[in-house]
């Protein structure tokens, strides 16, 4: 679904600081969203946790940087790091280029797949939310 320019996938779930996260059989990948991707602008830096960090939901575990901005990534849900996008390391501006297909950043085993329901998902909330951000940015 497109929102005002910005590109949001219906059938992902959102995390409220604009991180996405698709269900993969088991696994949950998570990358950053396209209107977090545009507000930031180039992606220069991925700070990549190793693999087997435990993870809580709604604590930071990694950051993200570009030329203007410092980002805080933070759990989506409880769980485990199972793999980080390495690719990044070498080319951060994948985010930029692609954020819901090369761009991913981190493999995540979940302890409960319960608690996606605590995520933004609904399409009717996602648009909510997204407008609300899009106003909340430009006063700032």
Do not use: T
């Not at 679904?1 to 996260?21: A, D, K, R, S």
């Not at 995520?119 to 899009?134: N, Q």
């Amino acid at each position: 679904m497109e929102i005002q320019g910005y590109e949001m996938p219906e059938e992902l779930y959102y995390e409220p600081n604009h991180y996405w996260v698709r269900v993969e059989n088991d696994l949950l990948v998570m990358g950053m969203d396209d209107f977090a991707q545009k507000m930031a602008g180039d992606i220069v830096f991925v700070q990549l946790p190793f693999e087997g960090k435990k993870l809580k939901a709604g604590k930071k575990f990694a950051q993200v940087e570009s030329g203007k901005w410092l980002g805080k990534v933070y759990a989506p849900v409880n769980g485990e790091l199972l793999e980080s996008n390495e690719a990044l390391e070498a080319e951060p501006s994948l985010i930029n280029q692609d954020p819901y297909g090369k761009g991913w950043m981190f493999k995540i085993k979940p302890a409960d797949k319960g608690e996606l329901s605590n995520l933004i998902h609904d399409p009717a909330a996602i648009e909510k939310w997204v407008l609300e951000d899009i106003e909340k940015y430009k006063q700032d």
